[in-house]
C-alpha cells in the first residue's frame, strides 16, 4: 500500500485527479470504477477542468460504479445514477452507452449482481477503482460483516450507515435500508485502487484499512492484501496514521 497524507481536502483531490488523468491519458479505453459521496466531488471537479482546459478524453472510457440504492430510480436526486450525472457525467464527453450503475430498481437483485459482474468482466475488467471510506470503514456499501460477500450483491445498511447519509436526506427515515453494491472479490480484482478520505471523523477508518487486522469487521483492511493500492487522505482523515509512523 501507497499512502499519500496531504495537507488539505483540495490537495488530496488534486493527487487522485491526477491519478485518474495519468490512467487515461495512458490508456484511453480505461475501464473506470466510481464512487460516490463527498469525498471524491472535489476529484470530479477537477477532472472536469482538466477536460475543459487540456481536453481530457473520456470517449473511449467505461465506468463502472459501486453502488446504488435499492428502490431508487435514477431520476431521483438522491440516487447514485443522479449523483453522478450531474456531478460529472454531463461534464465530460463520456459516451451514455459505456456508463454503468448498478440497477436499484431491478426487480431481481441477485440477477442484476450477476449481470453486472458479467459486465465488469465483459469490459476486460476494471482497471482503476476509486473508492472512499465509511467511517465503519466499508467500502462500496459493503459493511463490517462476519464475511467478506465477494460479488455484487444486496446489502441490508448499517445504522451507522444510515445515520451518516442522512445528511442528504430531509430526514432519517427517508434513507433507503437497503442497496445492491460490488462486492469485495469484484473491488479486489480491479488492477488499480485508490482509496481517498477527508476529515476527522474517517481517521479510524483509514487506520484500520492500512494497519488494522484483515478482517470483515472491517471491510477496507481487505485492501492490505491488494498489489496496487494507493490511500491519499487529508491530514485530518491520516491524523491516527502519523501517530503510528511515529511509534
Ligand atoms: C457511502 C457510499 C460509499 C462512500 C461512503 C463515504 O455510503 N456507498 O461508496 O465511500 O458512503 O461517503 P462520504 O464520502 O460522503 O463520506
Given at each position: 500500500?501507497?499512502?499519500?497524507?496531504?495537507?488539505?481536502?483540495?490537495?488530496?483531490?488534486?493527487?487522485?485527479?491526477?491519478?485518474?488523468?495519468?490512467?487515461?491519458?495512458?490508456?484511453?479505453?480505461?475501464?473506470?470504477?466510481?464512487?460516490?459521496?463527498?469525498?471524491?466531488?472535489?476529484?470530479y471537479?477537477?477532472?472536469?477542468?482538466?477536460?475543459?482546459?487540456?481536453?481530457?478524453?473520456f470517449?473511449?472510457?467505461?465506468?463502472?460504479?459501486?453502488?446504488?440504492?435499492?428502490?431508487?430510480?435514477?431520476?431521483?436526486?438522491?440516487?447514485?445514477?443522479?449523483?453522478?450525472?450531474?456531478?460529472?457525467?454531463?461534464?465530460?464527453?463520456i459516451?451514455?452507452?459505456?456508463?454503468?450503475?448498478?440497477?436499484?430498481?431491478?426487480?431481481?437483485?441477485?440477477?442484476?449482481?450477476?449481470r453486472?459482474?458479467?459486465?465488469?468482466?465483459?469490459?476486460?475488467?476494471?482497471?482503476?477503482?476509486?473508492?472512499?471510506?465509511?467511517?465503519?470503514?466499508?467500502?462500496?456499501?459493503?459493511?463490517?460483516?462476519?464475511?467478506?460477500?465477494?460479488?455484487?450483491?444486496?446489502?441490508?445498511?448499517?445504522?451507522?450507515?444510515?445515520?451518516?447519509?442522512?445528511?442528504?436526506?430531509?430526514?432519517?427515515?427517508e434513507?433507503?435500508?437497503?442497496?445492491?453494491?460490488?462486492?469485495?472479490?469484484?473491488?479486489?480484482?480491479?488492477?488499480?485502487?485508490?482509496?481517498?478520505?477527508?476529515?476527522?471523523?474517517?481517521?479510524?477508518?483509514?487506520?484500520?484499512?492500512?494497519?488494522?487486522?484483515?478482517?470483515?469487521?472491517?471491510?477496507?483492511?481487505?485492501?492490505?492484501?491488494?498489489?496496487?493500492?494507493?490511500?491519499?487522505?487529508?491530514?485530518?482523515?491520516?491524523?491516527?496514521?502519523?501517530?503510528?509512523?511515529?511509534?
Amino acid at each position: 500500500m501507497r499512502v499519500i497524507v496531504t495537507n488539505s481536502y483540495d490537495e488530496m483531490s488534486k493527487e487522485a485527479a491526477k491519478i485518474v488523468a495519468g490512467q487515461i491519458y495512458l490508456k484511453p479505453d480505461s475501464v473506470l470504477g466510481l464512487a460516490t459521496g463527498s469525498t471524491p466531488l472535489q476529484m470530479y471537479k477537477k477532472l472536469i477542468a482538466v477536460h475543459e482546459m487540456v481536453g481530457l478524453d473520456f470517449s473511449q472510457v467505461t465506468s463502472f460504479n459501486l453502488d446504488e440504492y435499492i428502490g431508487m430510480s435514477p431520476d431521483n436526486p438522491q440516487s447514485y445514477h443522479y449523483f453522478m450525472k450531474h456531478n460529472f457525467f454531463d461534464f465530460i464527453n463520456i459516451k451514455p452507452e459505456n456508463i454503468f450503475i448498478p440497477d436499484g430498481m431491478a426487480k431481481d437483485i441477485d440477477a442484476e449482481g450477476r449481470r453486472y459482474d458479467a459486465l465488469i468482466e465483459e469490459k476486460g475488467g476494471i482497471d482503476l477503482q476509486i473508492l472512499g471510506i465509511g467511517r465503519n470503514a466499508h467500502i462500496g456499501f459493503n459493511e463490517p460483516d462476519i464475511k467478506f460477500e465477494a460479488t455484487t450483491h444486496k446489502v441490508k445498511l448499517d445504522d451507522e450507515t444510515i445515520e451518516a447519509n442522512s445528511r442528504f436526506f430531509e430526514n432519517e427515515s427517508e434513507v433507503p435500508r437497503y442497496a445492491i453494491s460490488m462486492g469485495i472479490k469484484t473491488i479486489m480484482l480491479a488492477k488499480k485502487v485508490v482509496l481517498l478520505a477527508s476529515g476527522s471523523n474517517k481517521a479510524e477508518a483509514v487506520y484500520n484499512a492500512v494497519y488494522g487486522s484483515i478482517s470483515p469487521s472491517a471491510p477496507a483492511s481487505i485492501l492490505q492484501l491488494h498489489r496496487d493500492v494507493t490511500v491519499i487522505v487529508d491530514k485530518e482523515a491520516g491524523a491516527l496514521l502519523q501517530k503510528h509512523a511515529q511509534q
